[in-house]
């Protein structure tokens, strides 16, 4: 039950941030593009679940892997200062 209700914190508050960034304006800049946020959302998971396997698991990427990670971290870049 304590681990459930911790998932459940864990959930609300990245579905509670992810819409407060929605819903963010930037004073000089405006609003973020709903398709820049969820890019960097998914890829950010992504990121995280491989440093975690990495540490926890000792999983070990290939060459192809760590091209695709690399590639997703500069199209995030890119997305991000693009507009």
């Known amino acids: 039950m304590l ?6 914190a864990v959930n609300f508050g990245s579905i509670y941030f992810l819409v407060k960034t929605l819903n963010y304006t930037h004073p ?8 820049v946020v969820f890019e960097i959302n998914n890829i950010g998971i992504v990121a ?10 000792q ?10 990670i690399t590639v997703c971290i500069i199209a995030t870049i890119l997305l991000a200062y693009a507009g």
């Not at 681990?3 to 459940?8: D, M, P, V, W």
């Not at 999983?59 to 695709?68: Q, Y």
Request: proline residues 0%; hydrophobic residues 50%; without cysteine.
């Open 3 to 8: 681990l459930g209700a911790l998932l459940g």
């Open 28 to 35: 000089q800049h405006g609003t973020i593009d709903s398709s």
């Open 48 to 57: 995280l679940s491989v440093i975690l396997g990495m540490l926890i698991f």
């Open 59 to 68: 999983e070990k990427l290939s060459r192809i892997n760590v091209a695709g």
